[in-house]
């Protein structure tokens, strides 16, 4: 069974812009959770999706933003780009969204904003 | 609140035994998971702990203790390619998301 996917694998963009990056979960898994990775924070938490709604929140801006289709597969989107929007962006699915279930990830699209 | 606390770094020689150790404190308790994660590449399911004890998985064992709200990773024959990031995450109360700790940067020198 193929894992997560994201695409693309790497961004280079400037102050200002938008971006949106795409994630396909394993086939059959329903939830998809986006995560921000920097040097400074560690892995932190931006949204969770799971049937096409927005289960759980983290603490950014409303600049960060996302959905989900019906075939699960997600984007996330940020608007008005930062220099510390650079950052590596893990999509990671869970099979039944279950709060106990393993979530796999992907291997990330890393951002760079100049 | 939620916090979880590794150290930052450890240092093994190859062959050897490593516990990498884990403090949390979250709002509701749904386990623990273990992931590994290589430089430049994606975390790596390692382990999920619900209960306490130690389980076993190869080289890799993971043990919980939820009354002292702390869990270790323990890593045997260490090798090489176990040089890596250690992340201990855990899902706060009723929701589907995971906290995650700094991660323990593991190096393993021959």
């Known amino acids: 069974k193929a894992g997560v996917t994201q695409t693309p694998r790497y961004l280079i963009k400037t102050r200002g812009q938008q971006v949106t990056l795409s994630c396909s979960p394993i086939s059959g898994h329903r939830s998809v959770s986006w995560y921000q990775q920097t040097p400074g924070q560690g892995l932190q938490f931006l949204f969770e999706?799971?049937?096409?709604?927005?289960?759980n929140k983290g603490n950014f801006p409303g600049r960060f933003s996302g959905r989900q289709f019906s075939n699960s597969r997600s984007e996330m989107n940020v608007s008005t780009l930062e220099l510390g929007d650079s950052a590596l962006y893990l999509c990671?699915?869970?099979?039944?969204?279950?709060?106990?279930?393993?979530?796999?990830f992907g291997p990330g699209t890393r951002l760079t904003v100049l | 609140g939620q916090n979880i606390d590794q150290p930052t770094e450890m240092t093994a020689t190859e062959g050897a035994i490593v516990q990498i150790n884990c403090t949390y404190q979250t709002s509701g308790f749904n386990g623990l998971f273990w992931y590994q994660q290589h430089a430049g590449e994606a975390p790596t399911f390692l382990s999920y702990?619900?209960?306490?004890g130690l389980e076993e998985k190869g080289r890799f064992s993971s043990f919980l203790s939820r009354s002292k709200g702390y869990s270790y990773l323990l890593l045997k024959e260490l090798q090489m390619k176990d040089s890596a990031s250690y992340l201990c995450a855990a899902p706060p109360g009723g929701y589907n998301k995971l906290i995650f700790g700094a991660g323990t940067r593991l190096a393993v020198h021959p």
């Open positions: 702990n619900v209960l306490d």
């Open positions: 999706y799971f049937s096409e709604t927005q289960r």
């Open positions: 990671a699915s869970s099979l039944t969204g279950e709060v106990t279930d393993t979530q796999y």
